[in-house]
Protein backbone atom coordinates (compact mmCIF):
# COMPACT_ATOMS: atom_id res chain seq x y z
CA UNK A 1 0.00 0.00 0.00
CA UNK A 2 1.28 3.54 -0.86
CA UNK A 3 1.67 5.89 2.11
CA UNK A 4 -1.41 8.34 0.91
CA UNK A 5 -3.83 5.45 0.42
CA UNK A 6 -6.53 4.64 2.70
CA UNK A 7 -6.10 8.22 3.63
CA UNK A 8 -10.09 8.02 3.43
CA UNK A 9 -12.30 11.34 3.84
CA UNK A 10 -13.56 9.39 6.90
CA UNK A 11 -10.31 9.95 8.49
CA UNK A 12 -9.70 13.32 7.40
CA UNK A 13 -13.42 14.38 8.82
CA UNK A 14 -12.12 12.38 12.03
CA UNK A 15 -9.29 15.32 12.35
CA UNK A 16 -11.35 18.35 10.77
CA UNK A 17 -13.58 17.88 13.99
CA UNK A 18 -11.33 16.81 16.21
CA UNK A 19 -10.49 19.23 19.46
CA UNK A 20 -7.84 16.32 21.01
CA UNK A 21 -5.44 14.73 19.32
CA UNK A 22 -3.04 12.10 20.89
CA UNK A 23 -0.38 10.32 18.56
CA UNK A 24 1.19 7.12 20.85
CA UNK A 25 4.65 5.91 19.30
CA UNK A 26 7.44 3.17 19.70
CA UNK A 27 10.58 2.32 18.22
CA UNK A 28 9.55 2.18 14.59
CA UNK A 29 8.82 6.51 15.06
CA UNK A 30 12.34 6.31 14.94
CA UNK A 31 13.46 3.24 12.82
CA UNK A 32 13.71 5.58 9.49
CA UNK A 33 16.14 8.20 11.47
CA UNK A 34 18.54 4.83 11.86
CA UNK A 35 17.46 4.24 15.73
CA UNK A 36 17.26 0.16 15.54
CA UNK A 37 13.62 -1.15 17.01
CA UNK A 38 13.51 -3.81 19.70
CA UNK A 39 11.24 -6.79 18.09
CA UNK A 40 11.71 -6.31 14.32
CA UNK A 41 13.66 -7.28 11.82
CA UNK A 42 16.84 -5.17 12.85
CA UNK A 43 15.81 -5.27 16.29
CA UNK A 44 18.38 -5.05 18.78
CA UNK A 45 16.83 -8.09 20.61
CA UNK A 46 17.98 -10.59 17.66
CA UNK A 47 21.25 -10.32 19.42
CA UNK A 48 20.31 -9.49 23.04
CA UNK A 49 17.34 -10.85 24.60
CA UNK A 50 15.42 -7.83 27.36
CA UNK A 51 15.14 -10.11 29.64
CA UNK A 52 19.11 -10.20 30.10
CA UNK A 53 19.59 -6.17 29.76
CA UNK A 54 16.54 -4.19 30.47
CA UNK A 55 15.79 -4.98 33.50
CA UNK A 56 17.26 -4.55 37.39
CA UNK A 57 18.49 -7.44 38.36
CA UNK A 58 20.54 -7.91 35.39
CA UNK A 59 21.94 -5.09 35.59
CA UNK A 60 22.60 -6.00 39.34
CA UNK A 61 24.11 -8.91 38.16
CA UNK A 62 26.57 -7.32 35.01
CA UNK A 63 26.45 -3.98 34.96
CA UNK A 64 29.34 -3.45 33.04
CA UNK A 65 27.25 -5.55 30.29
CA UNK A 66 24.62 -3.65 30.70
CA UNK A 67 26.70 -0.19 30.16
CA UNK A 68 28.27 -1.37 27.22
CA UNK A 69 25.03 -1.69 25.61
CA UNK A 70 23.58 1.73 26.90
CA UNK A 71 27.12 3.75 26.16
CA UNK A 72 26.43 2.60 22.35
CA UNK A 73 23.03 3.09 22.09
CA UNK A 74 23.35 6.32 23.53
CA UNK A 75 25.80 7.34 20.96
CA UNK A 76 23.66 6.11 18.04
CA UNK A 77 21.22 7.89 19.36
CA UNK A 78 22.83 11.40 19.71
CA UNK A 79 23.95 10.98 16.00
CA UNK A 80 20.90 10.69 14.58
CA UNK A 81 17.77 13.05 13.57
CA UNK A 82 14.26 13.56 13.68
CA UNK A 83 12.40 12.02 10.31
CA UNK A 84 9.87 13.59 8.54
CA UNK A 85 7.26 11.71 10.68
CA UNK A 86 8.55 13.49 13.96
CA UNK A 87 8.50 16.89 12.11
CA UNK A 88 4.83 15.75 11.12
CA UNK A 89 3.48 15.26 14.62
CA UNK A 90 5.32 18.58 15.70
CA UNK A 91 3.23 20.36 13.28
CA UNK A 92 0.30 18.71 13.82
CA UNK A 93 0.92 20.35 17.50
CA UNK A 94 0.82 23.42 16.46
CA UNK A 95 -2.25 23.30 14.45
CA UNK A 96 -4.47 21.38 17.06
CA UNK A 97 -5.18 23.39 20.26
CA UNK A 98 -4.76 20.25 22.08
CA UNK A 99 -2.42 17.56 20.52
CA UNK A 100 -0.18 15.13 23.18
CA UNK A 101 2.61 12.61 22.01
CA UNK A 102 2.64 10.32 24.45
CA UNK A 103 5.71 7.71 23.69
CA UNK A 104 7.72 4.48 25.03
CA UNK A 105 10.48 6.11 23.23
CA UNK A 106 13.88 6.87 25.48
CA UNK A 107 15.59 8.95 22.28
CA UNK A 108 13.97 12.49 23.37
CA UNK A 109 13.49 12.77 19.42
CA UNK A 110 9.77 13.99 19.71
CA UNK A 111 11.43 16.90 20.93
CA UNK A 112 13.67 17.72 18.90
CA UNK A 113 11.29 17.65 16.39
CA UNK A 114 9.27 20.65 18.04
CA UNK A 115 6.90 19.03 20.47
CA UNK A 116 6.26 20.10 23.73
CA UNK A 117 3.23 18.52 25.06
CA UNK A 118 5.44 14.90 25.53
CA UNK A 119 5.01 12.15 27.93
CA UNK A 120 7.79 9.81 28.06
CA UNK A 121 6.82 6.44 29.65
CA UNK A 122 10.18 4.60 29.49
CA UNK A 123 12.27 7.59 30.49
CA UNK A 124 14.65 9.01 28.65
CA UNK A 125 18.24 7.98 27.58
CA UNK A 126 19.55 11.87 27.78
CA UNK A 127 19.37 11.16 31.95
CA UNK A 128 20.90 9.19 34.40
CA UNK A 129 20.78 8.86 38.06
CA UNK A 130 22.36 7.45 41.01
CA UNK A 131 20.64 4.77 42.66
CA UNK A 132 21.97 5.62 46.14
CA UNK A 133 21.69 9.08 46.46
CA UNK A 134 19.30 10.19 43.10
CA UNK A 135 21.93 12.75 42.01
CA UNK A 136 20.81 13.33 38.30
CA UNK A 137 24.17 12.94 35.42
CA UNK A 138 25.12 14.10 31.82
CA UNK A 139 25.68 11.21 29.10
CA UNK A 140 28.73 13.53 28.98
CA UNK A 141 29.64 12.32 32.13
CA UNK A 142 28.43 8.79 32.18
CA UNK A 143 30.26 8.32 28.85
CA UNK A 144 33.46 9.87 29.83
CA UNK A 145 34.56 8.00 32.75
CA UNK A 146 34.48 4.27 33.92
CA UNK A 147 32.57 1.23 32.38
CA UNK A 148 30.68 1.38 35.32
CA UNK A 149 29.97 4.91 36.12
CA UNK A 150 29.46 6.02 40.04
CA UNK A 151 28.64 8.72 41.40
CA UNK A 152 30.61 10.53 44.44
CA UNK A 153 28.26 8.71 47.11
CA UNK A 154 30.19 5.42 46.18
CA UNK A 155 26.30 4.91 44.37
CA UNK A 156 26.32 3.17 41.24
CA UNK A 157 24.86 5.28 38.31
CA UNK A 158 22.02 3.82 35.92
CA UNK A 159 19.95 5.45 32.84
CA UNK A 160 16.76 6.96 33.55
CA UNK A 161 14.65 4.58 32.05
CA UNK A 162 11.97 2.33 32.67
CA UNK A 163 13.10 -1.56 32.94
CA UNK A 164 11.00 -4.34 33.05
CA UNK A 165 8.86 -5.04 36.70
CA UNK A 166 9.70 -1.61 36.96
CA UNK A 167 6.56 1.03 37.45
CA UNK A 168 6.24 3.75 34.41
CA UNK A 169 6.89 7.51 36.02
CA UNK A 170 3.13 7.82 38.05
CA UNK A 171 2.93 11.65 36.15
CA UNK A 172 3.99 10.49 32.65
CA UNK A 173 1.29 8.12 33.07
CA UNK A 174 -1.59 9.89 34.39
CA UNK A 175 -1.10 12.33 31.59
CA UNK A 176 -1.11 9.57 28.77
CA UNK A 177 -4.42 7.89 30.51
CA UNK A 178 -6.03 11.91 30.81
CA UNK A 179 -5.35 12.76 27.37
CA UNK A 180 -6.26 9.07 25.77
CA UNK A 181 -9.65 9.25 28.23
CA UNK A 182 -10.35 12.51 25.81
CA UNK A 183 -8.92 12.28 22.90
CA UNK A 184 -10.92 12.30 19.37
CA UNK A 185 -8.65 10.86 17.19
CA UNK A 186 -5.87 8.99 18.03
CA UNK A 187 -2.60 7.71 16.49
CA UNK A 188 -0.55 4.64 17.52
CA UNK A 189 2.83 4.94 15.46
CA UNK A 190 5.27 2.29 15.27
CA UNK A 191 4.51 -0.24 17.70
CA UNK A 192 4.36 -3.82 18.34
CA UNK A 193 2.06 -2.92 21.28
CA UNK A 194 3.25 -6.06 23.43
CA UNK A 195 4.65 -3.81 26.32
CA UNK A 196 1.93 -2.98 29.24
CA UNK A 197 0.61 -0.84 30.43
CA UNK A 198 1.36 1.41 27.47
CA UNK A 199 0.06 -1.43 25.15
CA UNK A 200 -3.70 -0.44 26.75
CA UNK A 201 -3.41 3.06 25.61
CA UNK A 202 -5.04 2.43 22.51
CA UNK A 203 -7.83 0.53 23.58
CA UNK A 204 -8.46 3.46 26.66
CA UNK A 205 -9.05 6.10 24.08
CA UNK A 206 -10.97 3.51 21.96
CA UNK A 207 -13.55 2.94 25.05
CA UNK A 208 -13.85 6.75 25.15
CA UNK A 209 -14.31 7.57 21.48
CA UNK A 210 -11.74 7.67 19.94
CA UNK A 211 -10.96 7.31 16.31
CA UNK A 212 -8.00 5.33 16.44
CA UNK A 213 -5.57 4.81 13.13
CA UNK A 214 -2.89 2.92 13.11
CA UNK A 215 0.44 3.36 11.34
CA UNK A 216 2.68 0.37 11.00
CA UNK A 217 4.49 -1.62 7.87
CA UNK A 218 2.91 -4.78 10.12
CA UNK A 219 -0.23 -5.80 11.15
CA UNK A 220 -0.15 -5.80 15.04
CA UNK A 221 -2.65 -7.30 17.67
CA UNK A 222 -4.09 -3.72 17.66
CA UNK A 223 -5.07 -3.64 13.93
CA UNK A 224 -8.23 -4.69 13.62
CA UNK A 225 -9.22 -3.15 16.47
CA UNK A 226 -8.21 0.57 15.45
CA UNK A 227 -10.96 2.30 13.01
CA UNK A 228 -8.16 2.21 10.09
CA UNK A 229 -4.68 0.38 9.92
CA UNK A 230 -2.79 2.00 7.23
CA UNK A 231 -0.02 -0.12 6.61
CA UNK A 232 3.69 1.56 5.88
CA UNK A 233 5.94 3.57 7.61
CA UNK A 234 5.08 6.60 9.64
CA UNK A 235 8.01 8.60 7.56
CA UNK A 236 5.72 8.33 5.01
CA UNK A 237 2.13 8.20 6.14
CA UNK A 238 2.38 11.03 8.76
CA UNK A 239 3.24 13.74 6.50
CA UNK A 240 0.88 12.28 4.09
CA UNK A 241 -1.91 12.67 6.81
CA UNK A 242 -0.72 16.27 7.54
CA UNK A 243 -0.81 17.00 3.99
CA UNK A 244 -4.88 15.66 3.59
CA UNK A 245 -5.85 17.46 6.71
CA UNK A 246 -4.72 21.38 6.16
C1 LIG B 1 7.65 0.83 11.90
C2 LIG B 1 8.65 1.21 11.06
C3 LIG B 1 8.44 2.42 10.40
C4 LIG B 1 9.28 -0.71 11.96
N1 LIG B 1 7.32 3.07 10.61
N2 LIG B 1 6.54 1.44 12.17
C5 LIG B 1 2.19 -10.45 31.17
C6 LIG B 1 1.11 -9.77 30.62
C7 LIG B 1 1.09 -8.39 30.63
C8 LIG B 1 2.13 -7.66 31.18
C9 LIG B 1 3.19 -8.35 31.71
C10 LIG B 1 3.21 -9.70 31.72
N3 LIG B 1 4.37 -10.10 32.30
C11 LIG B 1 5.07 -8.99 32.64
C12 LIG B 1 4.36 -7.92 32.29
C13 LIG B 1 4.73 -6.53 32.49
C14 LIG B 1 5.78 -6.06 31.50
C15 LIG B 1 5.37 -6.47 30.08
O1 LIG B 1 4.61 -5.81 29.41
N4 LIG B 1 5.89 -7.57 29.59
C16 LIG B 1 5.49 -8.10 28.28
C17 LIG B 1 6.67 -8.06 27.31
C18 LIG B 1 4.94 -9.48 28.50
N5 LIG B 1 5.80 -4.63 31.66
C19 LIG B 1 6.54 -4.03 32.57
O2 LIG B 1 7.29 -4.65 33.31
C20 LIG B 1 6.37 -2.54 32.71
N6 LIG B 1 6.13 -2.19 34.06
C21 LIG B 1 5.06 -2.62 34.72
O3 LIG B 1 4.22 -3.35 34.21
O4 LIG B 1 4.98 -2.15 35.99
C22 LIG B 1 4.03 -2.75 36.86
C23 LIG B 1 4.70 -3.90 37.51
C24 LIG B 1 5.68 -3.66 38.44
C25 LIG B 1 6.27 -4.74 39.08
C26 LIG B 1 5.92 -6.04 38.75
C27 LIG B 1 4.96 -6.26 37.76
C28 LIG B 1 4.33 -5.18 37.15
C29 LIG B 1 7.63 -1.82 32.29
C30 LIG B 1 7.93 -1.97 30.84
C31 LIG B 1 9.23 -1.29 30.50
C32 LIG B 1 9.62 -1.50 29.06
N7 LIG B 1 10.94 -1.02 28.87
C33 LIG B 1 11.52 -1.09 27.53
C34 LIG B 1 13.03 -0.71 27.63
C35 LIG B 1 13.16 0.80 27.86
C36 LIG B 1 14.58 1.20 28.03
C37 LIG B 1 15.43 0.97 26.81
O5 LIG B 1 15.07 1.35 25.68
O6 LIG B 1 16.48 0.41 26.96
O7 LIG B 1 10.83 -0.18 26.63
S1 LIG B 1 11.28 -2.66 26.75
C38 LIG B 1 11.11 -2.01 25.10
O8 LIG B 1 9.79 -2.36 24.58
C39 LIG B 1 11.12 -0.49 25.25
C40 LIG B 1 10.00 -0.08 24.34
O9 LIG B 1 9.53 1.20 24.69
C41 LIG B 1 8.99 -1.17 24.53
C42 LIG B 1 7.97 -1.28 23.45
O10 LIG B 1 8.55 -1.64 22.22
P1 LIG B 1 8.03 -0.96 20.87
O11 LIG B 1 8.24 0.48 20.90
O12 LIG B 1 6.66 -1.43 20.59
O13 LIG B 1 9.08 -1.54 19.80
P2 LIG B 1 9.08 -2.91 18.98
O14 LIG B 1 10.44 -3.12 18.47
O15 LIG B 1 8.48 -4.01 19.76
O16 LIG B 1 8.10 -2.63 17.75
C43 LIG B 1 8.47 -1.74 16.71
C44 LIG B 1 7.33 -1.67 15.72
O17 LIG B 1 7.64 -0.70 14.74
C45 LIG B 1 7.08 -2.98 14.97
O18 LIG B 1 5.70 -3.30 15.04
C46 LIG B 1 7.50 -2.66 13.54
O19 LIG B 1 6.71 -3.34 12.56
C47 LIG B 1 7.27 -1.18 13.48
N8 LIG B 1 8.07 -0.43 12.49
N9 LIG B 1 9.65 0.24 11.11
C48 LIG B 1 6.41 2.60 11.49
N10 LIG B 1 9.38 2.87 9.54
ZN1 LIG C 1 25.06 9.23 44.70
Given at each position: ??????????L??????????V??????MS?????P?F??D???????????L?N?N?F??N??????W??A???????????P??YA?????R????F?V?T?NI?????R?????VFELH?N?????C?KC???F??E??L?GA?V?Q???????????????E???E????????A?R??D?????GT?G????????P????L???Y???I??E????S??????L?G????I?P???????
Amino acid sequence: MKSSENISDQLVSAFRTAQHVVAFTGAGMSAESGVPTFRGDDGIWKTFKPEELANLNAFMRNPALVWEWYAARKKVIAEVQPNPGHYALAEMERKFSSFAVITQNIDNLHRRAGNKNVFELHGNIERNYCMKCGTNFTNEYVLAGAAVPQCTCGGMIRPDVVWFGEMLPEDEWEGAIRACRSADVLLSVGTSGVVYPAASLPQTAKLAGAYVIEINPEPTSLSSHADVFLQGKSGEILPAILAAIR
